[in-house]
């Protein structure tokens, strides 16, 4: 018994050693961070954003590789794999790290196991707009409608099991209405349709329902959030007429599982001096991101409060995984 104490203790202090060795060290070659989405997707943006400050920071090449595939597993995946040294990173959200993982049978990570949450960078929220050519002028009557004519009001989402199809159906059961779910490919589709008038409504991020709402193409009824935006303060929150709804995403740069609490501290505080620097956050605010700067542990709480709300969801909606 004494003797497995002893090689624990040992194996502990040198463990120690050899973490604050690296992070001593550290960086002293460029640093990966692999995107599990392609050009253009938010994770893509901010990524590109944030590895110019972080070179300069660092003094090491950051190199953005796009790894897109399978709703995102395929870059996480190999992050997963990757050695846990601070060299190889990867921007995880919440579509890919909690919903792909609530949504489909088999995933090949655990991502409260598999990973390393580094530093949330940001979040946006989603929006309730509706076709023009519907009457709905406020969320209270689209809900009526939906309560009234049971199968009548659509919906189009970007698919069954995607996070918009999940933020739908917990304002179906938090509102109390009926709708019929119509899945398309992509949200362009799904746009494509509501200008035409073949769908009445549907949720989708702010950032990109809102220059079709400022053109008039689409009509906004409401945003997901606990209070209204600061930007947009006539713009009524969906919790003004139900309760407790608020529903949106996150962006934040993570690790495999095991890097050295020292990197993952340094890479906390220069990742937070990048966010702040005033080219990025102008930037951010165009894009309708909210950011953060919270220590590593906020991430970690995230998640968990993240998997608990939408493991909810999904067992009351009845939702079978794919």
């Not at 992070?23 to 995107?35: C, D, G, S, W």
Request: proline share 7%.
């Amino acid at each position: 018994m004494i003797r497995n104490i002893l090689a624990l203790c040992v194996a502990t202090l040198f463990g120690g050693i050899s973490g604050q060795a690296l992070a001593q060290t550290y960086p002293n070659k460029p640093i990966k961070i692999i995107v599990p989405a392609g050009p253009g997707d938010s994770c893509d943006i901010l990524t590109r954003l944030i590895a110019p400050k972080l070179t300069e920071r660092l003094g090491q090449p950051i190199v953005v590789d796009n790894r897109a595939g399978s709703a995102g597993q395929l870059g996480l995946t190999l992050l997963k794999q990757a050695a846990p040294d601070g060299y190889t990173l990867g921007c995880g959200q919440g579509g890919n790290m909690v919903i792909v993982p609530l949504a489909y049978a088999k995933v090949a990570y655990d991502s409260r196991k598999d990973f390393t949450p580094m530093a949330m960078m940001a979040s946006n929220f989603v929006a309730l707009v509706v076709s023009p050519k519907t009457p709905f002028k406020t969320v209270k009557e689209l809900i009526d409608h939906g309560k009234a004519n049971p199968g009548k009001l659509t919906f189009g989402t970007n698919g069954e099991g995607a996070f918009l199809h999940f933020a739908t159906e917990q304002l179906r059961m938090m509102a109390g209405f009926d709708y019929m779910h119509v899945p398309y490919r992509d949200m362009n589709a799904v746009f494509t349709q509501m200008l035409g008038g073949d769908i009445d409504a549907s949720i989708g991020s702010f950032i990109s329902v809102q220059p079709l709402a400022d053109s008039g193409k689409l009509r906004l009824l409401g945003i997901a959030r606990s209070t209204r935006s600061p930007d947009y303060p006539n713009v009524p929150t969906i919790s003004e007429t139900v309760p407790g709804y608020a529903s949106g995403g996150w962006f934040g740069i993570i690790g495999p599982a095991g890097v050295p609490k020292e990197i993952v501290a340094l890479l906390n505080k220069e990742i937070n001096w990048a966010l702040q620097q005033p080219d990025v956050r102008d930037r951010m605010k165009k894009l309708g991101l909210e950011i953060h700067t919270e220590p590593p542990e906020f991430f970690t709480e995230l998640m968990r409060k993240d998997f608990e709300n939408w493991g909810k969801v999904v067992k009351d909606m009845g939702f079978k995984p794919l």
